[in-house]
């Protein structure tokens, strides 16, 4: 298993990922109750997702000390922007093709130095804890009336579509209904 971050690939950055690598299912929830004297428990106001934290297991395996420090200092100026500042990149995994996190770095990362080798946790925080994927574009062409037409979502939360409609041709659209429908759960 391995990551790209930023876009560029673990193996061009010089890692290793280790399997001990921290990539949760889901981040912390934020509980929102609240407790009534008098009352047992609380009265549940429902939940949101926080910020989804990931801790990377990695590595560089270098032939002395010196490339090791070249290593460690090419990833933190990959990880900054131009003003020092903790940059958004992209973090891709290769067991989740075609989504990714928009992450940025989040703590700090000593490396354990052993000769040639350099050990460490490399911590990212997503704000938005969601996973994206790509856009996805379905074109059709009306041209009976009534007409109906189904998109099904890949993802697993509600996304509103985008819906355009181009009028090609002579006639004026003179009234139109679009209906969005999800699924009750």
Known sequence: ???????????????????????PALPNTRDRSLQIPGRHGAWDFGADLEARHFSLECAWVTRNPAELQAKTAELAAHLV???GRPRDQELRFDTRP???FTVRYSGSFPVERIAGLGKFSLPLIA???F?????????TTITTSPFSFEILSQGNVRTQPVIVLTNAGANIIRSFKIVNEYLVE
């Open 98 to 100: 075609g989504q990714y």
């Open 131 to 139: 996973a994206y994927g790509p856009e996805k574009i379905y074109e």
């Open 81 to 83: 922007d131009s003003y």
């Open 127 to 129: 704000f938005d804890p």
């Open 1 to 23: 298993m391995s990551f790209q971050l930023g876009g560029k690939t673990a193996k061009e950055l010089g890692l290793i990922l280790l399997r001990s690598s921290q990539r």
